[in-house]
């Protein structure tokens, strides 16, 4: 009705809406291209791959990595892990995803510590899901390329366990391209311009 919209118009900015600009200038010359939104962090990916942390709330800048892996590369795609321990890095014309573990608290730096390399296409959706094993509940990666193929990745804390138990699952592969991927407790929903899959775990 006319008033409820009204109503939806006076209601305030979302606390998320960023009132000044993120001081990267000093940074280089570059254009952004992607950007992602943890509780605690923001990162934003540029042309020629290049990451930029900062803090969620002050806004204040952290760090700069990028990784050899994906380095001169746009970035296309970043997603942040359920606690913001883990980042998905997709770039253009690379098949993989690069997850990167962000490092703010000791003199390591960021880096890669796990690479998807089981797509056959560009990658055009990553969301993160928590999936439940046994008694554990783990961060799980699903990606999406082009060929239509959708890929569950879990990615364990234990230091020991992300390098030998992160294995790549193939779980979906359809004929069309792929719209979107919206994970709910225990279960997938893929969309793409034929039909609506949904996948339970």
Known sequence: SRTQAQVVMETPLP????HRPLDITKKGR?????????AQFIVYGTQDGTLYFYVRESL???QMMTDPLFSGKPITLLTFSPQG????VAVKGDPSVYVVEPNFKSRSRSGVVYTVTNHSGNIVYSIWGQVKDGSSVISTLFSADSQGT??????????TLLVSQTVSEYIYK???DIIQLQFTPHKLFISHSVRCACLVF
């Open 15 to 18: 606390s998320l809406l960023i």
């Open 30 to 38: 570059f254009r952004g291209v992607a950007l992602a939104v943890s």
């Open 60 to 62: 204040r800048f952290v």
């Open 85 to 88: 321990k883990f980042l998905a």
């Open 150 to 159: 959708v890929l569950k990745t879990p990615f364990h804390v234990n230091r």
């Open 174 to 176: 359809c004929e069309s």
